[in-house]
């Protein structure tokens, strides 16, 4: 069994197609990951997140090692196990995280320590103990722990920041290879920070080659620079990592943001937006964003797009998910999010059909004429 | 297609099994009803539903005609289409829930003017409306319009609101009878009421048979009268009925009272226990009641109940669902739900067989040994 192979297939402009080969099972790219937070892809049954297209998912560090805890998913057989999917599983570091959620931080050179947004209890993250959490819960992709600092902070505070990052990629590395058993069936990817900066990319991206991992990421986007910004960042970002290994931008994005990047040479992503916003009552179509709370939707029998194949598509009505959404009945944010993970899986399934033929910039620009008239 | 016949197979001592044959699918009795009180059974994809073994669902007249309304799911296609279910749906006719629920009530012999409890609008419900609601619908088992008056109160009040239900009922019969091509497809069931009396659950009985209906619900129990009281009423309630057409005893219940009320002659059942406990983390089994948000589930690797074939047995362990449940994931109250509707199937499955084999007492001792030693 392969630990690790990326075979890109084709290439159109920037663009690539081709499939990771884990243990677990393939990964065909351009990848998008559900978030399964809490060892559960939200209002999602795991065989349904499977249906709807999905190669891999991804789980929080942060959130599983405060609740249930690393190492009691560790006792009761892995994240795998416990959460019913058998599949690869890409875990975070829990870098973004403690950042964004967790209170009373401390960032010193050896990691951050901090009390839980739960119950206030003190924990500490660094490089080492992030690399132990992802090796108890059998993370499939192991990302090492870095800073992700806000992208307007002054270039020298960001150039600190990503220094510290990449001396934590190292430490990462060097721990993720002790635990040699996990080392034997997992990957590890760095990532790159350095916010909107060619320059400071260019180091980071030079520090990580230097180190040497499985596959890229791309770091500190998606953090409120919009996206032109983003896009910006992404005409030299990728670029600047190996060629021949998946390039991961985090925590992007929306579906036109999927298809700038993808564009820009990107392979994998992650986002809760489909997840997050089937809960709320927003759809996503090939027409664009559609808001089922809206009144003008009660007595449509038409579907959420007509063009998909889902299973909510194919059975439901935008009346019958308006009404749903109205009286805040769970199955509104159960048929919402199937339908929003089917989308993306779609997209990107038309996103790797297009490279593959040669007609991604025909793909993107149909899909821009379609998406942003509905918006 | 035959409107709706009901043949007994078998009986043993007082209790029966049988089919209801109805145009939309058959009935096995006795028979357990999921509540889809607002065109869902909450947390449950339809076909999920149907898995489980039920065949018929049953639907809250006062929840739909406030929202969305009788009037929208008709201009929809009727409740079979919108929510996504095929087969039988029985309605109950908004008596219940109108004096548990809405605000500002009035009552007269005309029927009950009452306000939404979602927004204050005024809305009257009558004999001839519920019919009317339970039509617009499309219902295969309409509900009569009746009062269920708390049975504590004093013997006269019981009586004076039977009275006036029976005279709903007699209203409720020529309205249904009215509707002539949603009469052609439906039927009607009276509702005997009495409240503990003996007396005047015969009076009723016998006001009931007078009009005649395609089958007789026992209501006015489970309103907090426990459950001795309960079993002393149903000790002589169901042989009040006909014998030669389904008894329904409405609202009912936690697993020991289904196997006391079919002991007694009772064919179907609702209610939402199976449904509400799996959204609050409680789980029936063959050994009793299970609080999943215990800690003493946090590491149990084992199923929620060793015998159970349900989906949520097969795949996750206790200790996820303890997770799920402290960790507030939807995911949770969905597999939850899922396991309690398929016990309850199982639990009517079993008394089926039992009785169809002559061995239902046999049947009853050992689940009341098994459960109540787990309680």
Known sequence: MTRFAFDIHATDGKARTGTIRMMRGEIRTPAFMPVGTAATVKAMKMEDVRASGADIILGNTYHLMLRPGAERVARLGGLHKFGGWDRPILTDSGGYQVMSLSELRKITE??????SHLDGSRHLLSPERSMEIQRLLGSDIVMCFDECPRA??????????MEMSMRWARRSREAFDAGEEHASRAALFGIQQGALDEGLRKASADALIEIGFDGYAIGGLAVGEGQEAMFATLDFAPQQLPADRPRYLMGVGKPDDLVGAVER???MFDCVLPT????????????????????????????LDERCPCPTCRKYSRAYLHHLHKA???LGAMLLT???LWFYQQLMAGMRAAIAEGRFAAFAADFRRDYCAGR
């Open 265 to 267: 040479g990107v392979d």
């Open 110 to 115: 050896e990691g951050v320590t901090f009390a």
């Open 276 to 303: 997050r916003s089937g809960r709320n009552g927003q759809a996503f179509t090939w027409n664009g964003p559609l808001n089922l709370r809206n009144a003008r939707h009660a007595e449509d029998t038409g579907p």
């Open 152 to 161: 307007d902070l002054p270039r020298a505070v960001i150039a600190r920041s």
């Open 338 to 340: 199937e339908h929003n």
């Open 328 to 330: 805040g009945e769970m």
